[in-house]
C-alpha cells in the first residue's frame, strides 16, 4: 500500500487544488470515492493489472463510471490509465479527504474507553480537543475493558494515553528499573 501512496499523493494533490479553485471539493470527493470503489472491484480489478491498452482501460473505466464523472474527472482517468496507475485511486480518495479535512480544520479522533462514555462526557472531551488541536473534532468511541479506568484518544500523529493499564505499565517499568 506505501507503493500507492506514494504515486498517490500528487494526483491527490492536484485534484484538490483543482477542486478548490473551482469551488467544486465536495463534488470531486463524491467522484473519488465512485472511482475507488470502482477500482476496487473484482472485474474491474482484473482489467486494471492485465494487459488491457491503456486507451481502452481509460474508455472501459469512465463507461463504467457514467455519468458520475465530469469532464475532469474523466481526464483523470485517462492520464492515471496511461501511467499504468488507476488502482491508486483508493488511495487518491483517501488522501483527498486528508487534504479536505486538513482544508476545513477538521480531525477525526479515534477515543477508547474502559466503559461507554455518556453525551456528556462526550461533549466535554470534544470541547478540550477542539481548543487543543484548533480544529473541529469527531469523535469515535469505543469500548475496551482491557484499559481498566481512563481513555485513550488518538487524533492523527497525537495519542494521548490516560487509562489505567498504562500507567500501570509504566510503574512496573519505574520499579523495574
Excluded at 500528487?10 to 467522484?31: G, L, S, T
Excluded at 488491457?52 to 473505466?61: G, S, T
Excluded at 480531525?107 to 481548543?131: F, H, M, P, R, Y
Aim: charged share 25%; with cysteine.
Amino acid at each position: 500500500m506505501s507503493e500507492w501512496t506514494t504515486i498517490a499523493r500528487p494526483y491527490a494533490q492536484a485534484a484538490f487544488d483543482y477542486a478548490v479553485e473551482n469551488k467544486i471539493v465536495a463534488q470531486w470527493q463524491e467522484m473519488l470515492m465512485f472511482t475507488a470503489q470502482v477500482s476496487n472491484n473484482e472485474t474491474v480489478k482484473s482489467l486494471l493489472t492485465g494487459s488491457v491498452a491503456a486507451e481502452k482501460l481509460a474508455e472501459i473505466f469512465n463507461g463504467v463510471c457514467g455519468e458520475q464523472l465530469d469532464l475532469q474527472g474523466q481526464n483523470l482517468v485517462k492520464i492515471l490509465a496511461e501511467n499504468r496507475r488507476l488502482q491508486a485511486f483508493p488511495e487518491i480518495s483517501v488522501m483527498f479527504n486528508q487534504l479536505k479535512a486538513d482544508f476545513d480544520k477538521e480531525i477525526d479522533v479515534d477515543i477508547t474507553s474502559a466503559v461507554k462514555l455518556n453525551k456528556k462526557q462526550q461533549t466535554d472531551i470534544g470541547k478540550s480537543l477542539e481548543k487543543r488541536l484548533a480544529r473541529k473534532v469527531k469523535l469515535n468511541c469505543s469500548v475496551d475493558p482491557k484499559l481498566v479506568a481512563g481513555v485513550l484518544i488518538k487524533a492523527g500523529d497525537t495519542v494521548i494515553d490516560g487509562s489505567l493499564s498504562s500507567k500501570l505499565n509504566r510503574l512496573s517499568d519505574a520499579l523495574q528499573a
